[in-house]
């Protein structure tokens, strides 16, 4: 069937077609997968806003601790000198660093010169200048004979081919019944070929042939000769990849450092240990903060009680107590107690409430502290659910991209198999040849029918699948959102109660 120049042009269109189905088909996925989902994009833009108001947070608090701190712009300037010399430290390290690379990438050049010096003086000692020119004049026959002899008939024989191939190309498409004949036109040929040569055979046995041997033995160099051409085209042909190779590499090697397996580990065991003390670090900063925070709240504190120690020691110093009757001094001191008194009296209650309204707030504390937790973990439960569900989403449109893809393909082949059985049954032949390429056909286009019915049947649970998938996301995302619903309600009446009790304290 293929014989016939229509059917071998649409078979042909069709391979193309097919080609170009499946990289167009590849970029498609490729660029599916390099995209990045909506949801993705809006969990990372709450994640970022989460961490600004973290960072912000910070830097309110740092920045209220810092305003009672005593010749804070002199810290400040201390800190951000230590920061440009830990910058500069830095910078060094990664010169240092840079020149230590480029010293054993010149090392290497170095060992790799002296190598090849080293070969060079022991590949010419005890060479003496007439074994060159032999070696030399040997390359030269080598490459004399390759020229004139192999390379000229391996370009005769492609020749002769290349006329062969034009001449079936430009004639006419040969038949069933024209190979058979040429086939036996060649037996026939070759036939008359093994004759002629038994004849010239029997005529030199019965003449005096004395150069028998000696043609033998020319046509058994002749023989080694080639191969050992062939032996050396390869041989040279595989030295001058081996030399590209070489070349690439050490031409690679000036540009980019290839660091080996124990670089690499040691590289790893530095960074585990330099992760480990900037871990260290930064916990003894953030502890050394906190404890400065302290410390210039206890400064202020005992600052206000050293005013508060030398107004009252001024006003006992001015008080004086002479020219007072002592029955004035005793009715003041009554009066004051009796001012103390009540008081303690009129604060007793409000302690009394302070005192439940604290308890209260260390219950209520204690129970955010446990909701936050439980809110927490099932936040975690249910982020990792939903990326687990969006991930199963994922390949499954993968999956039924690709077996909507295949079901292209084997349309498009069901199609040309189709195709090709009309033309079958157009060219409608009693043979048994072609009665049995027409049950071939058509048992291969029962099968692909079925498989394409298999194929749909997947593809419909696939879909399914893909929409309880969907469903079960939805619901999650609904659940979460009402869990932080919920936690903005709590955190909001926690915060109305509170202003409600302080209310009450004044």
């Known amino acids: 069937i293929l014989a016939d120049a229509d059917v071998a042009a649409l078979y042909e269109q069709y391979e193309q077609l097919i080609e170009k189905f499946k990289a167009s088909h590849k970029e498609s996925t490729n660029l599916k997968e390099q995209s990045i989902s909506a949801a993705e994009l809006r969990s990372d833009i709450e994640a970022m806003e989460k ?4 960072v912000m947070k ?10 009672n701190v005593e010749n804070k712009e002199a810290f400040l300037e201390a800190a951000r000198e230590l920061r440009l010399e830990k910058e500069r430290q830095k910078e060094l390290l990664q010169q240092r660093h840079g020149e230590m690379e480029l010293m054993q990438r010149l090392q290497q050049n170095a060992a790799r010169l002296t190598q090849q010096l080293n070969d060079v003086r022991q590949a010419s000692q005890g060479v003496t200048p007439q074994e060159l020119l032999n070696k030399l004049e040997e390359e030269l026959k080598m490459n004399t004979y390759i020229v004139n002899e192999k390379l000229a008939k391996e370009l005769e024989n492609k020749r002769k081919e290349a006329e062969i191939l034009t001449r079936i190309a430009n004639g006419p498409v040969p038949t069933q019944q024209n190979i058979d004949a040429l086939r036996r036109k060649v037996v026939e040929l070759s036939e008359e070929v093994s004759e002629l040569a038994q004849r010239g055979f029997a005529s030199k046995e019965h003449a005096d042939d004395r150069s028998a041997p000696y043609r033998q033995q020319a046509l058994i160099i002749a023989r080694k000769k080639e191969e050992m051409a ?6 040279k042909a595989e030295l001058d990849a081996l030399k590209l190779k070489l070349k690439a590499k050490m031409g690679g090697g000036d540009a ?14 530095n960074l585990k240990v330099k992760s ?22 206890t400064i202020d504190i ?17 008080i004086n107590l002479e020219g007072i009757p002592k029955e004035e001094l005793q009715q003041q001191i009554i009066n004051l107690n009796n001012k103390v008194a009540a008081e303690k009296a009129r604060i007793a209650p409000k302690l009394e409430e302070l005192r439940k309204a604290k308890e209260t707030h260390d219950e209520l504390l204690e129970v955010y502290k446990e909701k936050k937790k439980m809110y ?14 969006e991930q199963e989403v994922k390949e499954l449109t993968k999956e039924e991209q690709s077996d909507q893809s295949q079901i292209a393909l084997l349309k498009a082949r069901t199609d040309i198999l189709s195709t090709l059985l009309k033309k079958v049954e157009e060219e409608g032949s009693v043979s048994m040849e072609k009665s049995s390429l027409k049950s071939r056909l058509t048992q291969k286009i029962i099968e692909e029918e079925k498989i394409n019915g298999a194929l749909k049947k997947e593809q419909q649970v696939v879909k399914e699948i893909q929409e309880k998938r969907s469903k079960q996301r939805d619901l999650w995302y609904n659940l979460e959102m009402l869990l ?15 202003v409600i009790k302080r209310t009450k304290g004044n």
């Open 51 to 54: 961490e600004k108001e973290i």
């Open 58 to 67: 910070k830097i309110d608090r740092i920045s209220r601790k810092l305003d």
């Open 230 to 235: 062939e032996t050396f085209t390869q041989a």
């Open 256 to 269: 980019a450092n290839i660091v080996d397996e124990n670089d690499y580990k040691e590289y790893i065991a």
């Open 276 to 297: 480990t003390l900037f871990k260290a670090k930064k916990a003894q900063l953030a502890a050394l903060v906190s404890e400065s925070g302290v410390l210039a709240r």
């Open 302 to 318: 005992l600052k206000q009680m050293q005013q508060t120690l030398t107004v009252n020691e001024n006003v006992d110093y001015e």
């Open 376 to 389: 927490d973990s099932k936040t975690a439960t249910l982020s990792a659910t939903v990326r687990k569900l």
């Open 484 to 498: 932080e619903c919920k936690q903005k309600c709590l955190e909001e009446q926690r915060k109305k109660d509170g």
